[in-house]
């Protein structure tokens, strides 16, 4: 029986791959030459001339969950201790004046993302308190973009409305499915009542946007229930909507992501059909794709920002600022200075400790060669706007031979259209694959099953 090309493509090329928020990826950093001089150097040179130039994002990591929800691939520590706050916003606070003093001037403040974890762990008063402390010795840029995950079942009317009076304008709310059968698997029991009333109170309050996760490919799910999640979000008119593909990593995870049999996950056949229909759904209701995983409406900022080439995407996925140069608070977070990465102590005591001792809780890093950054603005081109191009002179920089061998089947199987000197993406589902034919450090031939989770 000949295969549709549907199932070709998925059988050809869902493979082993990175997501991309970053290049080089995690696991490839050239760790050996990095130390927390090295990055001190580097945020006071090309670091400061970023910022100084372009403004500033601040991602903070706020890592505490009260329970563990099994499909979760992020640091996390499991507490009901809710003592544990005032440290932890007060390591924060001392972490922002370490870059202060290392950049001697004050920042212009495009961005700030709260992720985790679970902010809305915090409450409302210490989530306050850590903002006023950034934003009093920084300059607010006119057109800033604050948000920050909120889990519906603890963001309370005053959560989100302390956070509205520091400047946020955009919540988003992790639902991932409202079936019963999958939320038991994956330790998430959520209500629709929950998220319509959270919904509500944004709107009530003033949130501009407002986007709703929802994650497919989990235990147990079929088409049915998929579209039944789908069609009570669509219910709530979020302007955002981020359909995430389930990452299994497991051995990365470890027991978080083993609270169900993978005999449980749907075939990667049965995978693409839940995406097909989400997709199909979603723009019935009027909703754009937007890069990778994002919907929105139109006259949404990401919606705008993919229209006009102005997309871009790091460590906290796909983002409407220009600003290059990221700050990552907390444990585990990634700073990202266009040339340099660093990562903080994933820890959460190290961490802490690093900090009440005065240094800065950077462990690892890497310094972006020439080439680094030019495999990088390719892939970014790839990730945001579905077209990437170069010039003659790139061409010294990197084997092309090679890379031209790598996009051949692409253009065979007609996933991309060659333009003069570049090409243009014709199915974004397979983005991430494309992108993996610029990596210089995966060997494409021998990618490791346990380093990264599947690209379809």
């Known amino acids: 029986m000949s295969l549709s090309r549907k199932e070709y493509l998925i059988g050809k090329y869902n493979v082993a791959g990175p997501r991309y928020t970053s290049y080089p990826t995690v696991p490839f950093w050239d760790v050996a030459n990095f130390n927390v ?8 040179t090309f670091g400061k001339e970023e910022i100084s130039e372009n403004g500033l994002s601040i991602y903070i990591h ?7 929800c099994t499909f979760c691939a992020c640091h996390k520590r499991i507490t009901k201790n809710h003592s544990v706050e005032d440290s932890y916003i007060d390591a924060l606070l001392i972490e922002w004046k370490m870059y202060l003093d290392i950049l001697k001037i004050k920042p212009i ?22 903002i006023d402390g950034i934003l009093e010795s920084s300059t607010v840029a006119p057109e800033h973009a604050f948000s920050f995950e909120g889990h519906p079942n603890n963001t309370t009317f005053e959560h989100l409305k302390n956070l509205y009076e520091v400047g946020f304008r955009r919540v988003s709310f992790g639902v991932q499915d409202y079936d019963p059968v999958v939320q038991k698997a994956i330790h998430r029991i959520q209500p629709f009542e ?11 309050i003033g949130y501009t946007s407002i986007s709703h996760d929802l994650v497919f490919g989990l235990p147990f799910q079929q088409l049915s229930s998929i579209e039944d999640t789908i069609k009570k979000t669509l219910e709530l008119h979020p302007e955002r909507i981020a359909f995430y593909s389930y990452a299994h990593v497991p051995w990365i995870k470890g027991v978080g992501q083993r609270g169900f049999d993978e005999a449980d996950l749907p075939t990667p056949e049965k995978k693409r059909e839940l995406y097909e229909l989400g997709l199909e759904l979603f723009e019935n209701a009027g909703y754009s794709e ?6 929105a409406l139109p006259g949404d900022e990401l919606f705008e920002a993919m229209k006009n080439d102005t997309l871009h995407r790091n460590f906290m996925g796909y983002t409407t600022q220009s600003a290059k140069a990221m700050i990552g608070l907390g444990a585990s977070s990634i700073s990202d200075l266009w040339g340099a990465f660093g990562q903080n102590a994933k820890d959460v005591e190290k961490y802490k400790e690093m900090v009440f001792s ?3 809780p950077v462990e690892k890093g890497h310094l972006l060669s020439e080439t680094d950054l030019f495999v990088r603005r390719q892939i970014l081109n790839i990730m945001c706007n579905l077209h990437t191009e170069w010039k003659e002179t790139d061409m010294q920089l990197i084997d092309f031979e090679e890379i031209e061998k790598n996009l051949k089947g692409f253009e065979e199987d007609e996933i991309l259209i060659r333009t003069e000197n570049g090409f243009k993406v014709t199915e974004r589902a397979f983005v991430r694959n494309i992108s993996m034919a610029f990596d210089q450090y995966l060997d494409l031939k021998n990618i490791g099953e346990k380093m990264f989770s599947k690209t379809i």
């Open 62 to 68: 706020l890592p505490y969950c009260e329970s563990l």
């Open 37 to 44: 001089e090295v990055w001190k150097k580097s945020l006071a």
């Open 290 to 295: 937007v890069g990778m995983d994002h919907f």
């Open 358 to 360: 005065g240094n800065l």
């Open 194 to 204: 929950a998220v319509k009333n959270v919904t509500q109170w944004a709107r009530e």
């Open 109 to 130: 403040i495009k961005e700030i993302h709260l992720g985790g974890g679970t902010p809305s762990f915090f409450s409302p008063e210490n989530l306050k308190r850590l």
